[in-house]
């Protein structure tokens, strides 16, 4: 079959950005389909193409797999208004592809929402089978966040979510609240997978080059934070916890913030302003080179807002990174994966806007590293057992090819 997938911030592991998209492709191409992949330029990610734009897209093969990428820049720290239209200029290019390319079904992920648009319209123009893979609760996340609180914009987003979710065949969700979310809009159970982020198992186990940021001796623990520096990331809990272990004198203890996005800037000015040489940020890397970073790692964090929304309905790749690599994660808010951690004994579990809690974890963990390896070792066996990338990949694909196979054509059901 012939799967037009929508995603509109792909990246190759080239790239710095999450490579599920690539993964499932992947995926797909192994079990004998073809997949042409839709997407703008995302910061941080890697598409692989390197020739001009014509037109505003160009395209070419990478790895197996026929990219169409549009000339739509887009990054974190990118204001709300041009970040909208941005999203709107995407969906209305890839309307145009679901009339002129030819295949069996479309697939698209968010974020944005809007990624869903054209498979609405294939769904019902062109009578196309449509998964649709939602990857966070919109509107219900920026309306718990504050970040929207226009009604008009809300109500608008929630008729584009339950148009999404009505007019696809099968959706698929990335954790235990999402699915509930597409459930609660009314979506049939039968017609909802969960499937969730994976651990690229082959990255984190392969022969890599440990190494450090030069201001972070080899005798420190180091605890890293590898991920977007934005207001849903809550990296001022990271902040507190630093400024709180520098009072008690820990010089041993440091931590790593590596990546981008819109806070980044202030949370530097911050840590000047305090005198928090126990942070250090560090550019984005990409996956080869993270792997080597995870290495020399003593703890992942795993760091959110205090949002309730984030508990049970986020399915972070920094997460599954961590335990890929063999480390114990520190996690900073309740929920599906503080359950985890919990249950497999593979990390730390604090409460959210505890910077006291967050310090003694660092101090627990700097003060017994022995203790340290067996809970990344079970970490790596959760990984290996429940959140293999090719156990995943090919449940996802199965959505898929059940999808084209006895859903085409067939009106979704309420």
């Not at 990219?67 to 739509?72: A, R, W």
């Not at 201001?215 to 507190?240: C, E, P, Y």
């Amino acid at each position: 079959m012939k799967v037009l997938y929508f995603h509109q911030h792909f990246s190759t592991p080239k790239g710095s950005s999450g490579i599920r998209s690539y993964e499932m492709a992947r995926r797909l191409i192994a079990r004998g389909h073809d997949v042409t992949m839709v997407c703008g330029s995302y910061g941080g990610g890697e598409t692989g193409l390197a020739h001009a734009f014509e037109n505003g897209r160009r395209r070419g093969m990478v790895d197996g797999i026929d990219i169409i990428e549009f000339d739509l820049a887009y990054a974190n720290a990118d204001g709300l208004a041009k970040r909208a239209l941005t999203f709107l200029k995407f969906a209305i290019r890839s309307v145009a592809l679901t009339f002129r390319e030819s295949y069996d079904v479309v697939f698209a992920t968010t974020t944005p929402l809007t990624a869903g648009i054209p498979g609405i319209f294939a769904r019902w123009l062109r009578g196309k089978p449509f998964v649709f893979e939602v990857r966070d609760l919109w509107p219900e996340l920026p309306r718990a966040m504050g970040v929207i609180r226009n009604p008009l914009i809300l109500g608008a987003m929630s008729m584009l979510e339950w148009a999404s979710y009505r007019s696809a065949h099968n959706c698929i969700g990335l954790s235990p609240g999402i699915v509930e979310g597409i459930a609660h809009r009314g979506v049939a159970r039968e017609r909802i997978a969960m499937v969730p982020n994976g651990c690229d198992l082959g990255i984190f186990t392969a022969e890599v080059q440990p190494w450090r940021p030069e201001q972070i001796r080899s005798t420190d623990l180091m605890a890293v934070f590898a991920g977007t520096h934005g207001m849903a990331n809550g990296l001022d809990a990271v902040l507190d916890a630093a400024a709180e272990l520098k009072r008690r004198g820990r010089d041993d203890i440091k931590v790593l913030l590596i990546g981008q996005g819109k806070l980044k800037p202030r949370l530097m000015a911050r840590a000047q302003r305090e005198g928090l040489d126990n942070v250090v940020f560090h550019d984005p890397v990409n996956k080869a080179r993270l792997a080597g970073l995870m290495a020399s790692t003593d703890v992942g964090l795993q760091i959110l807002a205090n949002v309730s929304a984030f508990y049970y309905g986020t399915s972070p790749n920094k997460f599954f990174d961590y335990i890929a690599a063999g480390l114990p994660v520190l996690n900073n808010y309740p929920g599906w994966l503080a359950g985890m951690i919990d249950e497999n004994r593979c990390g730390f579990s604090v409460p959210p806007d505890d910077p006291g809690a967050f310090a003694d974890a660092l101090e627990r963990a700097a003060d017994d590293r022995a203790a340290l390896r067996p809970m990344g070792e079970r970490g790596r066996a959760l990984a290996e057992r429940e959140f293999s990338r090719a156990l995943l990949a090919d449940r996802w694909v199965d959505t898929l090819e059940q999808t084209a196979r006895h859903r085409a054509l067939q009106p979704a059901q309420p």
